[in-house]
């Protein structure tokens, strides 16, 4: 039995596990707002495993590969911090984002234009992110230490 929840361990499964199933997660790290969208951009994402046993992994890792993506394990204890790193990357790029559409709006530009001003920046600011080197990928000027 496999759950496909990024924060829940392999406890939530111990009904199953005491009834003699092999458990695991296979967590698509991927943001989906309909079945469509997830049909579109599931090849290419990565997914996090977790299993009870070798053989249910070796079965998940391939699960992974078959559909288009790669993978990544995710030790017990590593859930909590896998998932704050998901949270952080997706949701609260959509919190930033929009916030600068509204402080834009306060200058009287459309949601729509706006979204079309910051899409090149935002794409800009991504593809600098995943340039080799340093992994941040901006001005550290004004960034935690």
Same mark, same amino acid.
Request: with cysteine; hydrophobic share 40%.
């Given at each position: ?11 939530? +499964? ?48 391939? &699960? ?28 609260? &790029? ?12 306060? +200058? ?38």
């Amino acid at each position: 039995m496999v759950h496909t929840s990024g924060a829940l361990s392999l406890d939530v +499964l111990e009904g199953a596990r005491r009834a003699g199933a092999e458990v695991g997660s296979f967590h698509p790290c991927q943001a989906f707002a309909t079945i469509e969208q997830a049909l579109q951009n599931l090849s290419g994402s990565t997914i996090g495993i977790e299993a009870s046993s070798e053989g249910l992994r070796a079965l998940l890792e391939r &699960m992974a590969e078959d559909i288009g993506c790669s993978y990544v394990r995710v030790p017990p204890e590593g859930k909590v911090l896998y998932h704050a790193a998901a949270v952080f990357a997706s949701n609260y &790029m959509v919190t930033l984002v929009d916030v600068a559409l509204r402080l834009l709006e306060r +200058l009287d530009i459309e949601r729509t234009a706006a979204m079309g001003l910051l899409s090149p920046l935002l794409r800009g600011t991504l593809a600098n992110i995943k340039k080799p080197g340093d992994p941040s990928g901006i001005d550290r000027t004004n960034s935690p230490r």
